[in-house]
Structures are given as structure tokens and as C-alpha cells.
């Protein structure tokens, strides 16, 4: 009996799991619209190659916004699976630092797209390069573009991976969303996520202090706080202190309000031990500094947005160095960010992640209208959904 056939459209880390889940049991194949499968997978890897996080099972869910949509197929597929997949794969992995899982030491992102590009070879599936999607027919086969020439594509399922609309230079720009409108699949409109912000310096601050680091700072916004590091840059802040902020501080712009973040200098000291470090000492700057170990750029910052009439008071220079009020202008382009929220609407897709409008068509990975923070929780996202995917 042959086969029933899949056809993968987009090559990304999604689509190349879903292949791998498929492979045994179906004809499959990939459809790219660039010349190799992966790319966003390697410049993802540039910045650090974190596979996925160490978090497992309900802790893993909470990460994500979205997650009682998502909870199921994280659960049955959390990041010891992925792990395990990984290892089977030939590529061993390790827990940094800050719990996200990266490749052994000395396997570059390079490598592990090669070992996952052999696998589905090996498995028998095949890849098609510069095909891009282009719409859908009567009957909803795709339709795609190679050599200017326009080929109709037809398959039991079709699994669509095509991204969300950041790094548009990968193939991810979110030009899709028209198409799938077409055929009556109800799409929101992508925005920035896991990006940086647009804070207001002056010409004198940026001049001394971008490039400089923030380490060990606390950032909230309503009641929602992060520790670790930020990065002053020309426009405002970037980091791992910063991105998982993000969607509170779109919601806050959604509102109409101008959305402020609460630095806080010195997490593991209570304000009144700092107090009593200058209660009593001269109130000048340098010695503020030293009493309480702040650098040059954390000082400036502090200045910068406090009343200059009230900055060296005590109680108000506590005050400044716990809860440092910052306005936030704008966000960082989609161009720029690392990932996107908005796409398909989660309410337009079944459990199995196949379209209520047409159960043989699967949606996963960033098309689909979830968010998550940095640190591997992306990666392990699109695994998830790929390894949900339920085709009889």
C-alpha cells in the first residue's frame, strides 16, 4: 500500500521537525523558498546557539503566553525530549549558566543543521529549494513559484511552516498572512516581540555610555519583573532583562499609555540597608557612588531621569537606585526582533494544529499567535507543536 503524502511548505526549524516526525510513515517533502532549509536556525545561532532551556513539563509551560493552547503538546514534548533527540541526532548537549541547553563545546549551529539535513535525507525526504508559496487553488492545493513558472502542488496533508515576520533576510516575512485570509483563516497582525527598546537619551549619555552593560539589575513593569543584564545602545535597551518585558510593555502601548520600566540597581539589598550606607554622609555623587558600588554608567542613568533638585536627598537617591522610573518611547522595528507575535489566530486551529476550516491543512511554529521569551523557549515551541501533530 503506498504511502499518503505530506508536503512541508518552509524549511524552518518547524518545518524540519515535522519532517523528522513524519518520515517513517509518509512520502514527505519540503518546500523552501530560499536556496538551503535552516537559515533563520543559523543566524539564530550567531548570538548563541540555545537549542532549548532546562525547565521541563508545567514549569516549561509557563514561559509561554498562549500556553493553554500550547500546554498539551508542550507536556508531551518538553525539553528532556528534545534533548533526547538531539543526542540520537549525534549532537550531545550541556546546561549553561542560565539553564538554556546549548551544543557541546566545539559544535558549531552549522553542524547541527547538517545533522538534521542528513537525517531526512536518509529518511527518504526530499527537498525542494527556491519554491516559494504563492496562494492556493479551488480545491486548496498550494501553489508555488520556481524558475518564474507557477506549479500546483497536490498531497493528502500540507504542513505549513512559514514563519513569523522578523529577519525577513531568512525568509521570514510574514507576507503569507493575505494568502491564508483568502481562504477565510482569520490572521492578527504581526508585532515586534523579544526586541529591544526605543528610550529617549540624550546626546551626552549616548556618547559616554552606549555599549555600556547593566549587570545584575532587576527590571519590572506592573508587577512583572526579570533579573539579569540589559545593554545601554543608541536608541535605548537591549538583553535578557529586557525581552521577556516585552509583552507587557505592548500591552501597555495597546492601552494608549506610555509604558515605564522600574530598574532596580542593587536587587539583594532592601532600601533601608542601602539607607543607612549614606544617611549620614555628605550628599555628593562620588561619595553616594562608593558607598553603594555604583559604576560611572549607573550613576548617569540614575541621573538622568531624576529631578535634579531632589537627586542627592537620601531617601529620594534610594528611592532612584531600588525603582528608577524609565519611559519607554517605542519599540524596536519587527525587522529587528528576534521574534514576532500575531499571525493565525489560535481560535482558527484544532488541538492537532490543523485549520477548523480545513482539517488537512496544519499550521505550527511562528505563523501561529504565541509569544515566549529568549533562552531556547523559541526553539523548543516550534519542536513542541511539530511533535503535536496528529495525521492517522
Sequence with gaps: MAKK??????????????????CNDFEIAIYEKGKTIGRKFLVAGNGGFNLTNKVEKEDLTQYYRSHNFLKKAILDNDSSKMRIWLSNLGIPTFIGTSGRIFPE?????????????DRLIEKGVII????????????CNCIVEH???????????????????????TGSDGTWTTTFEKIGVKTIPFQASNCGLNIEWSDHFKIHHAGKHLKNI??????????????????????NAIYPLIWKVRESFSKGDTPKISIDFKPLNPREQLLDKIKNKAQRTKTFALSLNLNSTQIALIKSFSDKKYFLEPSVFITNVKQLQIPIHSLRPMEEAISTVGGIDIN????????????????????????A???GFLLQGCFSMAHAIEIK
Design 128 to 139: 525542494f529549494t527556491h519554491h516559494k508559496f504563492i496562494g492556493f487553488d479551488e480545491k
Design 348 to 371: 482558527e486551529v484544532n488541538a492537532n494544529f490543523s485549520l477548523k476550516k480545513n482539517p488537512s491543512i496544519f499550521v505550527i511554529g511562528e505563523m501561529l499567535d504565541w509569544d
Design 105 to 117: 563545546k566545539g559544535i558549531k549551529p552549522v553542524q547541527v543543521l547538517k545533522s538534521i539535513r
Design 5 to 22: 503524502k505530506i508536503i512541508i511548505i518552509g524549511g524552518g526549524a518547524a518545518g524540519m521537525m515535522a519532517a523528522e516526525r513524519f
Design 218 to 239: 532587576k527590571i519590572s513593569i506592573d508587577r512583572f519583573e526579570i533579573k539579569g543584564e540589559a545593554t545601554i545602545t543608541d536608541y535605548g535597551l537591549e538583553g
Design 373 to 375: 521569551p529568549t533562552g
Design 147 to 169: 524558475n518564474n513558472s507557477e506549479i500546483t502542488l497536490s498531497a493528502d496533508y500540507f504542513i505549513f511552516s512559514l514563519g513569523g515576520a522578523s529577519w525577513s533576510k
